[in-house]
């Protein structure tokens, strides 16, 4: 199984402040990784699928970079609804999919 | 709009079963697959399967092998997923989450349900 490792596993910044989450795979994923955004009590959010491509109506400071085993989530002029976990997932091993442990972004 | 709409909170006994729904409504039903993920209280994202209501046809997880059964009611553009053998570290909620065209993504979710194992 493709083990995904995220870090930090949490962080603190401040509001406009630019963060970097990063992603690792065990194994070479390709491109077939996607980040999410989950607020306490809801549903994740999609953000970016295929490493790099931003999901409609997902801000344009949210970027994502990478391919192969190392993959970056990064958030540019943090907002304050922008406070919450992301994961990452890879669907390289399709059907069956992986998710990161999580990173946790808290207001500083 | 796409919706996935889920059954409501469960409590149920170790060794107990439970059948989690998850409406569709807003696309083709039959156009994308469909996940199971689960989250443990203040852990992670846990993935269980897949369905694809076209014709029914699964996959599962290994650790959730022979506990769990996703089937799909065309008529209704509902999917469940079913797991037996409840013990307390099956307590979590349950989300479905629809399959991107493109990739093996999640683009939609549930809202989630809540299943609780206790004696």
């Known amino acids: 199984d493709i083990q995904m490792t995220q870090s930090p596993s949490s962080l603190s910044a401040s509001v406009g402040d630019r963060v970097t989450i990063t992603c690792r795979a065990s194994?070479?994923?390709?491109?077939?990784l996607s980040w999410y955004q989950q607020k306490p009590g809801k549903a994740p959010k999609l953000l970016i699928y295929?490493?790099?491509t931003l999901q409609s109506g997902v801000p344009s400071r949210f970027s994502g970079s990478g391919s192969g085993t190392d993959f970056t989530l990064t958030i540019s002029n943090l907002q304050p609804q922008d406070f919450a976990t992301y994961y990452c997932?890879?669907?390289?091993?399709?059907?069956?999919?992986?998710f990161g442990q999580g990173t946790r972004l808290e207001i500083k | 709009q796409v919706q996935l709409v889920q059954s409501g909170a469960e409590v149920k006994k170790p060794g107990a079963s439970v059948k989690v729904s998850c409406k569709a409504s807003?696309?083709?039903?039959?156009?994308?697959?469909m996940h199971w993920v689960r989250q443990a209280p203040g852990q992670g994202l846990e993935w269980m399967g897949i369905?694809?209501?076209?014709?029914?046809?699964?996959a599962y997880a290994q650790k959730f092998q022979g506990r769990v059964t996703m089937t799909r009611d065309t008529s209704t553009t509902t999917v469940y997923m079913e797991l037996s053998s409840l013990r307390s570290e099956d307590t979590a909620v349950y989300y479905c989450?629809?399959?991107?065209?493109?990739?093996?993504?999640?683009?939609?979710w549930g809202q989630g349900t809540l299943v609780t194992v206790s004696s």
């Open positions: 194994q070479s994923v390709s491109s077939y």
């Open positions: 295929t490493a790099s």
């Open positions: 807003g696309y083709t039903f039959t156009s994308h697959y």
């Open positions: 997932q890879q669907s390289y091993t399709t059907p069956s999919i992986t």
């Open positions: 989450g629809r399959r991107s065209h493109f990739a093996n993504y999640f683009d939609y």
């Open positions: 369905i694809n209501p076209t014709d029914g046809s699964t």
